[in-house]
């Protein structure tokens, strides 16, 4: 029997490594497997490859590559950049960030609550857009850190990034921003986004899992968070992950390379999907602003359905979407940035989230909207089909 074939519309929760990358990883597991922090030349060696793959990554956001930190993933970086802004400030103790942020950023929030600091969550517009006045008002004299993410993992919102820094920089407060889904669809340069820290994860631009980097900017205040042997010049403690940052930055190269793609046949693709989806099937609307967000998501409501439903009957097609983060998967509360953005709690769970990749072609969209219509249908009229 031959294996079903999968038809994959989840590129907001990780990628596909890309064979360029593949190929680029494979001598460091099979030959030149040293570790770089060794006096000898067998382990020595590989240090040129990581400065390479720095020079590599450095280069996607236009930073300076002494400005690059790898880590193990987002989660790391993001939890880095919020730890250096309070520990190098401790007469600052709060932190601001919004209602809508990766869970990475609203767990560690929550987390520094219980500890006594003060973080505020902005909330947002209706459409997932963001009030700069009510941000600018909301800093305070002992506002550690501004942190707010470029753009939305679940709804694809863009937030005003160099508007928030420039209020940020003439309030004399430093700024992060969780770029996670950015690289390969936007044009990055840190430098015209004017933030002090960037974090970036490796597997959503097609590289693998277990590396990502945060840019801290060389004025920026930094203490490293995992103390260790004195990785990374002292920034990071654990053993280079040599054949990951490899292939980040091979990945790094592909993805500046495919930014046209992501905004001329991407996004072509999926307006044609989100479009002939909302004029085909009845009582279905777009969450998040229609323009002013990444070209490669869309997330769709489905009136009278429930998303675990769409998505148990989706993948017996062999179609992967999802219904928001990866990293919430299994909750059963609605989706946290759906929440805030107002939805009903009925609304925000008939939601699911489509999100499109560079390997994604016209005949798979073709295939997902022979497929969904009738699965919605069959879920309206018989919504415990699921449990059969």
């Known amino acids: ?27 460091f597991f099979t030959e030149r497997w040293g570790n770089a922090s060794s006096a000898y030349s067998f382990g020595n060696q590989v240090v040129k490859d990581l400065d390479r793959a720095r020079e ?14 790898f880590t193990s993933c987002g ?21 601001l960030t919004t209602a809508v942020e990766h869970s990475a950023n609203i767990k560690f929030g929550e987390f520094l609550r219980r500890r006594g600091y003060e973080v505020t969550f902005l909330p947002v517009e209706s459409d997932g857009s963001i009030d700069l006045h009510l941000l600018e008002k909301s800093i305070r004299p002992d506002t550690a850190l501004v942190s707010v993410m470029w753009a939305n993992n679940e709804t694809g919102v863009l937030f005003p990034l160099e ?9 004399g407060v430093l700024y992060h921003t969780d770029a996670v889904q950015v690289p390969g669809k936007l044009k990055v340069d840190v430098d015209e986004l004017g933030v002090d820290f960037l974090s970036l994860s490796a597997h959503k631009l097609h590289a693998p899992k277990g590396v990502g980097l945060l840019y801290c900017r060389y004025t920026a205040p930094y203490h490293s968070y995992l103390i260790g042997g004195g990785q990374e010049k002292g920034r990071r403690g654990g053993t280079e992950n040599v054949p990951y940052i490899v292939g980040f930055g091979r990945a790094a190269e592909l993805a500046l390379a495919s930014i046209q793609e992501e905004n001329t046949r991407i996004r072509a693709l999926r307006d044609r999907l989100e479009q002939t989806i909302l004029a085909t099937i009845p009582d279905t609307c777009r969450n998040g602003a229609r323009d002013a967000r990444l070209p490669n998501t869309s997330n769709l409501s489905f009136g009278g359905c429930e998303a675990e439903g769409l998505l148990l009957l989706l993948d017996r097609e062999g179609i992967c979407v999802s219904s928001g983060s990866a990293c919430t998967t299994g909750s059963l509360t609605p989706s946290h940035v759906l929440t805030a953005m107002g939805l009903t709690p009925a609304r925000a769970k008939s939601s699911i989230r489509i999100s499109l990749g560079i390997y994604t072609t016209a005949a798979e ?24």
């Open 1 to 27: 029997m031959s294996e079903r074939r999968t038809y994959y519309f989840d590129n907001n929760a990780t990628t596909r490594v890309a064979p360029e990358v593949v190929d680029a990883m494979m001598p």
């Open 56 to 69: 590599q990554v450095a280069a996607l956001i236009g930073a300076d590559p002494r400005e690059i930190v």
């Open 75 to 95: 989660t790391e970086a993001n939890n880095t950049a919020w730890n250096s802004a309070l520990i190098t400030q401790p007469g600052k103790r709060h932190v």
């Open 163 to 171: 508007e928030i820094a420039a209020i940020c920089r003439s309030k």
């Open 365 to 388: 969209v073709d295939y997902l909207l022979e497929k969904l219509p009738p699965i919605v249908a069959r879920l309206r009229a018989s919504p415990e089909i699921v449990k059969a």
